[in-house]
């Protein structure tokens, strides 16, 4: 069980440390700490300035201070119909005009820190690793801060274009369990990406070419989908390699039809933090639930009182703050309003609870939450219901419980139990990053000293300016990508039944 402590104000001591945890006592046979790291920002493989990328790096924002905004203006093309033969031009309308729009973004601190205690550091037998491993560690979280930027842009930001629904379905309610991604949802996206103006990507890092129609990033839930596809499967025996270098044997993702498909990975972490991406969002329980006919809230983290990291920031119906006072960036309309719903999932017996609720809201702590509206019961009364929809307490009786224990999952799903999340179909320009004039600045200061040596105290920060924005063309719409909406998949997931 891992020990889980924040070195801040009220450091724990290292004797507090080791009653929690004794493993952590001084072993003399081995001096190094295990990482289990997740280093990966997918984007900043497909990060460049030539105007196909897929993530654009805006250059003129490294001439601009935290809080700036960088505004880029577009210019169209020539679309009249001209004049022919002995036609003069003779009046006004007879002339070409230009056309000119422009939109901004803007782009701020993004920062964490960490303070070490070497009291703390040496009695666990960790100094050497915090001294020199603390900076690779901050600049992995920035990472994952920038990937998760990146995300909620294309998904969350007021333009976001429609999505495409997986099945044919007209609603994300009308998904069912087996509108899973299917490659026909990715040709459908991409003939509606195509018609719209997107463009195919190109990027160049560190002398690699890397192009295509399109890029699919899939997390694990929607590999899961895809891969028991069966027109899929058909695709790679009959247009793959033959033999042992197949993606049937090999694992690797192929490129169909021009357009690359790419492993995203999804984070489940092994201490506090945000669970999945916004993608496939999810969360474990920080508190005991019994699920009944009163409202009660949802708190995520995976133990008891933890320190909050906005653990349900991924959740529909949670705010996402891109920057401080970015006014160009407002949630999705469907943010706070509309019911939306969710399973909890106790793993160890596997049974579940359906409940409703609207929004991700703060308390008065400032620690996210989901207060529940409904729940699925087994007789009307208070806030129980006896069916969502098509899906009925009786009906799936079998697969109920009201008890669940802390650490239990919490999966968003659909009206019909269904969990299901996003795959985006990302061309040329879907996403700008910008950065500002300070970028991964590895900073550190001391307290109770001068050097790392002599203090008592390190406190150590890593901040870039980073910001972002999505292309739009001159009639102000987002045309560089769409989304797929669908089904996931989650091994072991009771299967509710919809009626």
Known sequence: MATTFSVTGDTKSAEQLIAENPELAVKLWRHEVEKYEFTNNFFSKYEGTGPNSVVLINKDSEKVASGGNVTIRNIGEFYGIGRKGAQTFTEEKHFDEDKVSAYSFKVDYLENGYIIDKRTAWKTMMLEELKNGTPGRLKRWMNRQKEAETLARLLKDEKAPKPVIAGGRSSIDGLTASDTLRYNDVVI??????????????????????????????????????????????????????????????????????????????????????????????????????????????????????????????????????????????????????????????????????????????????????????????????????????????????????????????????????????????????????????????????????????????RRFFRTIFGTGLPKNLNNEVVGYTTIKHALVYPGLPQLVAT
């Open 189 to 458: 996206a991409e003939a509606r990406l195509s018609r719209n103006g997107g463009r195919p990507f190109k990027t160049v890092v560190r002398g690699e070419q890397l192009q295509g129609k399109y890029l699919v990033p899939l997390t694990p839930p929607a590999r899961a989908g895809i891969e028991t596809d069966d027109d899929w499967k058909d695709m790679l025996k009959s247009a793959g390699h033959r033999g042992d270098g197949n993606s049937l044997f090999t694992g690797i993702l192929p490129t169909a039809n021009g357009n690359v498909f790419a492993d995203f990975q999804s984070i489940d972490t092994d201490s506090d933090g945000t669970l999945g991406t916004l993608l496939d969002p999810r969360g474990r329980t920080s508190t005991e639930i019994t699920v009944g006919t009163v409202a009660f809230d949802i708190y995520a983290g995976a133990r008891a009182n933890p320190k909050d990291n906005d653990y349900l920031r991924h959740f529909p119906g949670a705010r996402w703050e891109y920057n401080t006072d970015d006014v160009g960036s407002p949630t999705s309309v469907d943010d706070t309003t509309g019911n939306k719903y969710l399973l909890l999932w106790d793993e160890a017996d596997n049974k579940v609870a359906m409940v409703r609720y609207t929004q991700v809201s703060t308390d008065g702590s400032g620690k996210r939450k989901i207060t529940v509206t409904g729940t699925l019961a087994a007789s009307a009364s208070g806030i129980g219901v006896v069916s969502f929809g098509s899906v009925t307490y009786a009906a799936n009786s079998a697969n109920f419980k009201s008890a669940f224990p802390i650490g239990s999952w919490i999966i968003p799903c659909n009206a019909k139990g269904v969990p299901y999340g996003t795959t985006p179909v990302l061309g040329g320009a879907s996403v700008m990053n910008g950065y500002g004039f300070e970028k991964d600045i590895d900073a550190y200061d001391f307290i109770q000293g001068s050097t790392f040596e002599t203090a008592k105290r390190v």
